[in-house]
T-cell receptor
Framework: DAGVIQSPRHEVTEMGQEVTLRCKPISGHNSLFWYRQTMMRGLELLIYFNNNVPIDDSGMPEDRFSAKMPNASFSTLKIQPSEPRDSAVYFC?????????????FGPGTRLTVL | AQTVTQSQPEMSVQEAETVTLSCTYDTSENNYYLFWYKQPPSRQMILVIRQEAYKQQNATENRFSVNFQKAAKSFSLKISDSQLGDTAMYFCAIHTGNQFYFGTGTSLTVIP
């Protein structure tokens, strides 16, 4: 199995631009999580999906952030407009299901720099 | 609310020695799972070990083992025979209900 795939691995953009991060979960997993990691705030859960449906988006910082999961094999996290404080590493993770038995498997992350 | 506390921001250990990373947590749930994740300089998050709260036996994975004290809500990670490749950030996490909560991490350096 290829594991969780994220693209791009690195993204540099200018303030005000739209940024789209992509994630392909492990085949057969039906829960997907988006995290943000910064030095100041550590690892934060932004949103997660179960069976393509958003379950909890309370971690999404503001309306500039949106996430979609149109099917079981693809999800996007969009920031519009981007700001320098959005600079972080964004991780996508998947698990077989949302439940207390399941391990999350993380992708390699996308390092976002907003100038 | 759930919280996870890692009180050691940085630690170091000599190669081949043993080191223990501490983690405490707080939850009102009875059913939960505890995890240790490793994040090397490559930034990948890698599962090290997990523990089911209902099991009294401590989990072990090769050189990695945990000391799970449910009453004390403590979940420490012991790394035996430390190797240079163990240098990384280590995150403790709890999974309860529909949520994951991570600690702030411990940066471990293995010294040759």
């Amino acid at each position: 199995d290829a594991g969780v795939i994220q693209s791009p691995r690195h993204e540099v953009t200018e303030m005000g631009q739209e940024v789209t991060l992509r994630c392909k979960p492990i085949s057969g997993h039906n829960s997907l999580f988006w995290y943000r990691q910064t030095m100041m705030r550590g690892l934060e859960l932004l949103i997660y999906f179960n069976n393509n449906v958003p379950i909890d988006d309370s971690g999404m910082p503001e309306d500039r952030f949106s996430a979609k999961m149109p099917n079981a094999s693809f999800s996007t996290l969009k920031i519009q407009p981007s700001e320098p404080r959005d600079s972080a590493v964004y991780f996508c993770a998947s698990s077989l299901r949302v439940g207390s038995t399941d391990t999350q498997y993380f992708g390699p992350g996308t390092r976002l720099t907003v100038l | 609310a759930q919280t996870v506390t890692q009180s050691q921001p940085e630690m170091s250990v000599q190669e081949a020695e043993t080191v223990t990373l501490s983690c405490t947590y707080d939850t009102s749930e009875n059913n939960y799972y505890l995890f240790w994740y490793k994040q090397p300089p490559s930034r990948q998050m890698i599962l090290v070990i997990r523990q089911e709260a209902y099991k009294q036996q401590n989990a072990t994975e090769n050189r990695f083992s945990v000391n799970f004290q449910k009453a004390a809500k403590s979940f420490s990670l012991k790394i035996s025979d430390s190797q240079l490749g163990d240098t990384a950030m280590y995150f403790c996490a709890i999974h309860t209900g529909n949520q994951f909560y991570f600690g702030t991490g411990t940066s471990l350096t293995v010294i040759p």
